[in-house]
């Protein structure tokens, strides 16, 4: 039978189970099957716990539904299962190795008075480091940041306004922008820093306030946006320790077929193999003058880490 024809069976099998609430996921239930995969139910997020229940569930159905049909599971489909608990064991691995974001009343309250204020800034954007440094140090002796931003920012909304961002909200921006734009006084520039967009060199125009009521609303507001920045240190700082712990090493210099362009412990993936890789991730849906470097290396990036994070959770118990 067509695994389409067994995808409409199975919801099928799902939808009447549903109807007559028959079929359905407890606490419990979910909590055995995280223990099997050796994490601690009650130190996971809320999140996690619902996208581990729906995996859960929608496999557990699939199964009962190919029962029922007497249908045996074929390789490509117990595969599918296979991909499934792996891609549950990376989430454990990585929530296992990710600080707590969590903030404390007196950071948000904090966090919440920065929001007063919107603050006028410019920027000069970049891709590649080495440019980013010289810019910086012509700006150092003297050269006038509207001409530079104008001259190589390669942000098309604000470079021909001289890198002019207009007014920024706090949290309008990712953590690593915001952070190095708190850190300024009026009329003074940043060092140059990494965000996903590229390298950024940022000046601070000056600020003004708003008015903000302050109540229940805002102050979750201001959590949200806190614990969201935090959030993503935090998982910067498990990707940089799971990096050290596979020893990865990056090689995009070189264009020779065989050069390895990830290195870590116990595996490798060279640039022909890279190429395919990305060749069949993105088939059909990009041409061939978007299949770009950068985009290769944001792959290589993922196909590491997805590897590391399973390779963790081997060595944790978790899968």
């Given at each position: 039978?067509?695994?389409?024809?067994l995808?409409?069976?199975?919801?099928?099998?799902?939808?009447?189970?549903?109807?007559?609430?028959?079929?359905?996921?407890?606490?419990g239930?979910?909590?055995?099957?995280?223990?099997?995969?050796?994490?601690?139910?009650?130190?996971?997020?809320?999140?996690?716990?619902r996208?581990?229940?729906?995996?859960l569930?929608?496999?557990?159905?699939?199964?009962?539904?190919?029962?029922?049909l007497?249908?045996?599971?074929?390789?490509?489909?117990?595969?599918?299962?296979?991909?499934?608990?792996?891609?549950?064991?990376?989430?454990?691995?990585?929530e296992?190795?990710?600080p707590?974001?969590?903030?404390?009343?007196?950071?948000v309250?904090?966090y919440?008075?920065?929001?007063?204020?919107?603050y006028?800034?410019?920027?000069?954007?970049?891709?590649?480091?080495?440019?980013?440094?010289?810019?910086?140090?012509?700006l150092?002796?003297?050269?006038?940041?509207?001409?530079?931003a104008?001259?190589?920012?390669?942000?098309?909304?604000?470079?021909?306004?001289?890198?002019?961002?207009?007014?920024?909200?706090?949290?309008?921006t990712?953590?690593?922008?915001?952070?190095?734009?708190?850190?300024?006084?009026?009329g003074?520039?940043?060092?140059?820093?990494?965000?996903?967009?590229?390298?950024?060199?940022?000046?601070?125009?000056?600020t003004?306030?708003?008015?903000?009521?302050?109540?229940?609303a805002?102050?979750k507001?201001?959590?949200?946006q806190?614990?969201?920045?935090?959030?993503?240190y935090?998982?910067?700082?498990?990707?940089?320790?799971?990096?050290?712990?596979?020893?990865?090493?990056?090689?995009?210099?070189?264009?020779?077929?065989g050069?390895?362009?990830?290195?870590?412990?116990?595996?490798?993936l060279?640039?022909?193999?890279?190429?395919?890789?990305?060749?069949?991730?993105?088939?059909?849906?990009?041409?061939?003058e978007?299949?770009?470097?950068?985009?290769r290396?944001a792959?290589?990036h993922h196909?590491?880490?997805?590897?590391?994070?399973?390779?963790?959770?081997?060595?944790?118990?978790?899968?």
């Amino acid at each position: 039978m067509p695994r389409h024809l067994l995808r409409l069976c199975a919801l099928l099998v799902l939808a009447a189970s549903l109807r007559a609430g028959t079929f359905y996921v407890t606490e419990g239930q979910l909590d055995e099957f995280l223990l099997q995969q050796g994490a601690d139910p009650r130190a996971l997020s809320q999140e996690l716990r619902r996208q581990s229940a729906d995996k859960l569930l929608e496999h557990t159905v699939l199964a009962q539904a190919w029962n029922e049909l007497g249908i045996p599971l074929t390789d490509e489909q117990l595969g599918e299962l296979r991909r499934a608990h792996e891609e549950i064991a990376v989430r454990l691995a990585r929530e296992a190795w990710t600080p707590d974001a969590t903030a404390s009343g007196d950071e948000v309250n904090d966090y919440f008075e920065l929001s007063r204020y919107v603050y006028l800034a410019a920027h000069i954007l970049v891709e590649k480091e080495s440019l980013c440094q010289d810019l910086y140090r012509r700006l150092e002796q003297g050269e006038d940041f509207n001409e530079l931003a104008n001259t190589y920012s390669i942000d098309p909304g604000s470079a021909e306004q001289g890198g002019y961002l207009g007014p920024v909200h706090m949290g309008d921006t990712v953590a690593e922008f915001e952070d190095s734009l708190l850190a300024l006084k009026e009329g003074s520039y940043s060092r140059p820093f990494e965000t996903p967009f590229g390298w950024h060199i940022v000046y601070l125009i000056g600020t003004e306030p708003i008015d903000v009521l302050r109540d229940d609303a805002a102050l979750k507001l201001a959590r949200e946006q806190l614990e969201r920045k935090r959030r993503r240190y935090a998982e910067k700082a498990a990707t940089a320790r799971l990096m050290e712990h596979l020893q990865v090493r990056f090689d995009f210099e070189h264009d020779d077929p065989g050069t390895l362009v990830v290195s870590a412990r116990d595996t490798s993936l060279s640039r022909s193999r890279l190429d395919n890789l990305v060749g069949q991730a993105f088939a059909g849906s990009l041409s061939e003058e978007m299949l770009n470097e950068g985009l290769r290396q944001a792959y290589a990036h993922h196909w590491i880490e997805q590897i590391g994070w399973l390779q963790v959770a081997r060595e944790e118990g978790l899968w």
